[in-house]
């Protein structure tokens, strides 16, 4: 019985903490602006959309990993597929529910273009020091 | 984590969160090295592993401590939280000691994993009431904040994932879970300290905001 109690109550905050933890990334990522190369490659001019969210990962698979970010882009994967589930569910019963996952997949698709941008420039800086030995 | 910390010049402001990341390393040393000697289906490794683990669990209760006090530095409360550090302390070894005293012949059943349930369950209780601080007294450095949700998730998916392996203790796929779980925190951490700088900052009312 205590069990099953601590089961569902960890569960419900478990979700909760990393829908916070997640949009506390997009967040820091979106005060970062993006160059006007990577908009180029990537179509974001402004805002960017849910549905270009594969399209950029697809690209950002394309650079050298980093490491360090790539927890942060696998948490956001992870996000990014639990809105298209709220989207495709709850969000259907809920209308308000569809612009509010609608806009969070933007951010995701925000976040993934600025790792993008970072990734690339990691390429140029390694580039550079390889011409330079 | 603590080479991360120790680059961005974090290692004595965020204290116990290294040490707790230090000790954690030593301690999985250990494991190997028992592990190693003894084989995965003794009975010296389950001592050794669940007994780390739970003091491991207690060395987290002091990190969460010291992200307690940077929560509250400018509020004057250090008294206080000297004051809840040792009853937690005293609380916790209590505990323990109770548990060790009556435990000796149960450490193969549901035991282990019942006390690992409630000592993660615990510290994501203490986890929830410092992020509803976090929001009531508008604290705003990303960094903190980050540091809070990184430790929130980890403890509540160790407290579910102890939960599920006390009510289902037949199924061995769960036991393959933890290792991966135990990646949670380094990788968080060790992220927040590499992108997110100390002046950073981000309004955590607008994270939990569900737009209407």
Same mark, same amino acid.
């Given at each position: 019985?205590?069990?099953?109690?601590?089961?569902?109550?960890?569960?419900? %905050?478990?979700?909760?903490?990393?829908?916070?933890?997640?949009?506390?990334?997009?967040?820091? &990522?979106?005060?970062?602006?993006?160059?006007?190369?990577?908009?180029?490659?990537?179509? %974001?001019?402004? #805002?960017?959309?849910?549905?270009?969210?594969? /399209?950029?990962?697809?690209?950002?698979?394309?650079?050298?990993?980093?490491?360090?970010? /790539?927890?942060? %882009?696998?948490? %956001?994967?992870?996000? *990014?597929?639990?809105?298209?589930?709220?989207?495709? #569910?709850?969000?259907?019963?809920?209308?308000?529910?569809?612009?509010? #996952?609608?806009?969070?997949?933007?951010?995701? #698709?925000? *976040?993934?273009?600025?790792?993008?941008?970072? /990734?690339? &420039? *990691? &390429?140029?800086?390694?580039?550079?020091?390889?011409?330079?030995? | 984590?603590?080479?991360?910390?120790?680059?961005?010049?974090?290692? @004595?402001?965020?204290? =116990?969160?290294?040490?707790?990341?230090?000790?954690?390393?030593?301690?999985?040393?250990?494991?190997?090295?028992?592990?190693?000697?003894?084989?995965?289906? $003794?009975?010296?490794?389950?001592? =050794?592993?669940?007994?780390?683990?739970?003091?491991?669990?207690?060395?987290?209760?002091? !990190?969460?401590?010291?992200?307690?006090?940077?929560?509250?530095?400018?509020?004057?409360?250090?008294?206080?939280?000297?004051?809840?550090?040792?009853?937690?302390?005293?609380?916790?070894?209590? =505990? $323990?000691?109770?548990?060790?005293?009556? $435990?000796?012949?149960?450490?193969?059943?549901?035991?282990?994993?019942?006390?690992?349930?409630?000592?993660?369950?615990?510290?994501?209780?203490?986890?929830?009431?410092?992020?509803?601080?976090?929001?009531?007294?508008?604290?705003? @450095?990303?960094?903190?904040?980050?540091?809070?949700?990184?430790?929130?998730?980890?403890?509540?998916?160790?407290?579910?994932?102890?939960?599920?392996?006390?009510?289902?203790?037949?199924?061995?796929?769960?036991?393959?879970? !933890?290792?991966?779980?135990?990646?949670?925190?380094?990788? +968080?951490? +060790?992220?927040?300290?590499? @992108?997110?700088?100390?002046?950073?900052?981000?309004?955590? +009312?607008?994270?939990?905001?569900?737009? @209407?």
């Amino acid at each position: 019985m205590m069990a099953a109690f601590i089961l569902v109550v960890s569960l419900v %905050i478990f979700l909760q903490f990393f829908v916070f933890y997640c949009r506390s990334l997009i967040a820091v &990522s979106s005060k970062q602006a993006l160059s006007p190369e990577v908009q180029d490659v990537t179509g %974001i001019q402004r #805002t960017a959309s849910g549905e270009d969210f594969n /399209r950029v990962m697809q690209l950002l698979q394309l650079c050298p990993e980093r490491p360090e970010d /790539r927890k942060g %882009i696998q948490a %956001i994967g992870a996000y *990014f597929h639990l809105l298209n589930f709220l989207s495709s #569910t709850v969000a259907r019963l809920v209308p308000s529910m569809k612009a509010w #996952t609608e806009s969070e997949r933007g951010h995701c #698709t925000y *976040f993934a273009a600025i790792a993008l941008e970072r /990734r690339i &420039s *990691f &390429s140029r800086d390694m580039l550079a020091q390889q011409m330079d030995a | 984590m603590v080479v991360c910390a120790l680059r961005r010049h974090s290692f @004595r402001r965020y204290l =116990f969160l290294n040490l707790y990341m230090g000790s954690s390393f030593l301690v999985s040393v250990g494991r190997y090295q028992v592990l190693s000697h003894y084989g995965i289906g $003794s009975r010296e490794y389950a001592y =050794f592993y669940f007994y780390s683990d739970a003091l491991l669990t207690i060395g987290l209760y002091f !990190a969460l401590l010291n992200l307690y006090s940077l929560v509250f530095d400018e509020m004057k409360v250090e008294g206080y939280l000297r004051l809840g550090s040792i009853l937690l302390l005293g609380g916790t070894a209590w =505990f $323990s000691y109770a548990v060790v005293q009556q $435990s000796s012949s149960r450490i193969t059943s549901n035991f282990a994993y019942e006390l690992s349930q409630n000592l993660y369950f615990v510290g994501l209780v203490l986890t929830y009431a410092l992020w509803g601080t976090i929001l009531k007294l508008r604290e705003t @450095r990303a960094r903190l904040i980050q540091l809070v949700l990184g430790l929130g998730v980890y403890f509540s998916a160790f407290a579910a994932n102890y939960a599920l392996q006390n009510l289902y203790p037949n199924i061995t796929a769960l036991h393959y879970v !933890a290792p991966l779980l135990g990646c949670i925190l380094p990788a +968080a951490w +060790a992220y927040t300290f590499l @992108r997110v700088s100390e002046e950073q900052r981000l309004a955590p +009312a607008r994270l939990a905001a569900v737009s @209407r």
